[in-house]
C-alpha cells in the first residue's frame, strides 16, 4: 500500500530567544555556546542555534507518493541563514531552494527531474556552497568545487530489477548538470580558478547505479553509483549506506 505524506515545517529563530537560552547554559570554549529545540504538535519545528549559525529558517513541502522506492509528486525546500553581529561571530547570508518531481511510469518505472538554486553573501570557507559527490553531482569527488553561487538539475530513470523479502533491487541510469562560481572572490585567482579550467563554471556527468530499497522506507537502505564527469574525462565511484535526499 503506497503512503501519501504532506508536511509543511518552519523553524525560525530570533536573536531575543538566542541570548535568553545562552544566558541559561555555561559556554564551553570548543562548542557553540547553546542549542534549543522547541517542538510543537502542528508540524512547526522552531530550532535555535547560537554563535556562527546565526538566524535559520527551513520550510519544506512534500506531497510525493512512495512504495518500494517508486515515489510520484511534487516537493520543495526553502532553507536561508542570515548571521550578524552579536548574535554571531560572523556576517553572511546563504539562501538555497531546491524542489522536484517524480512520475511514475509503465508500473513500477521512474522519472524524476530535480533542480537546486543557492546564493550566498561573505560566507566562511566552512559555510560555502559546494557541488560533488554522490548527493548533488555524481562524477566529481565529494565537495570538488566551491563556490557562493551554485544551480544543479538532475534526470534520473530508474527500473524495478526484482523483490527479495522486504528489499527492493532497481537500477538507474542519471544526467547531472551544475554550475558554480564564487562571485565574491575580490580577485583571488587562487580561489576563483574555475573560469582558467576546462568547462568553466560549469560541470556536466552521466551514470548508472543500484538501489536497494526497504518497503517502509522511503530513502534507499543501499546506493551504489557509477558516474562520468564530462570535462574532468574521470569516473567516480560511489557507495552509501542510508543516502541523503538530494
Known amino acids: 500500500m503506497s503512503t501519501r505524506a504532506f508536511a509543511s515545517t518552519t523553524s525560525t529563530t530570533t536573536a531575543r530567544a538566542r541570548r535568553r537560552s545562552c544566558a541559561r547554559r555555561p559556554r564551553p570554549t570548543s562548542t557553540p555556546p547553546c ?8 508540524g512547526s519545528r522552531p530550532t535555535c542555534g547560537c554563535a556562527a549559525r546565526g538566524c535559520a529558517s527551513h520550510t519544506s513541502l512534500d506531497a510525493r507518493a512512495h ?3 517508486v515515489s510520484s ?6 532553507y536561508t541563514n542570515v548571521a550578524l553581529p552579536p548574535v554571531s561571530t560572523y556576517r553572511y547570508a546563504v539562501a538555497a531552494l531546491r524542489g ?3 512520475w511514475r511510469l509503465a508500473g513500477e518505472q ?8 543557492g546564493a550566498g553573501w561573505h560566507m566562511p570557507f566552512r559555510q560555502e556552497l559546494t557541488l560533488g559527490g554522490a548527493s548533488d553531482m555524481r562524477g566529481y569527488a565529494f565537495h570538488q568545487l566551491r ?4 544551480a544543479v538539475a538532475r534526470a534520473e530513470y530508474s527500473i524495478p530489477l526484482f523483490l527479495w523479502q522486504p528489499l527492493a533491487f532497481r537500477a538507474l541510469g542519471f544526467f547531472d548538470s551544475g554550475y558554480i562560481a564564487l562571485r565574491h572572490a575580490a580577485g583571488n585567482t587562487q ?11 560549469f560541470r556536466n556527468a552521466f551514470g548508472a547505479g ?23 574525462g574521470a569516473f567516480q565511484i560511489y557507495f552509501e549506506l542510508g543516502l541523503t535526499d538530494f
Open 147 to 150: 563556490g557562493d553561487t551554485e
Open 35 to 42: 542549542s534549543a529545540v522547541i517542538a510543537s504538535r502542528g
Open 110 to 117: 521512474e522519472l524524476q527531474l530535480r533542480a537546486l538554486t
Open 210 to 232: 543500484l538501489r536497494i530499497y526497504v518497503k517502509s522506507i522511503v530513502l534507499p537502505l543501499v546506493g551504489f553509483d557509477v558516474g562520468y564527469g564530462l570535462e574532468d
Open 100 to 102: 522536484g518531481y517524480a
Open 67 to 69: 512504495r518500494y522506492g
Open 73 to 78: 509528486g511534487p516537493f520543495a525546500v526553502l
Open 191 to 201: 580561489r576563483d580558478y574555475l573560469p582558467a579550467e576546462h568547462g568553466g563554471w
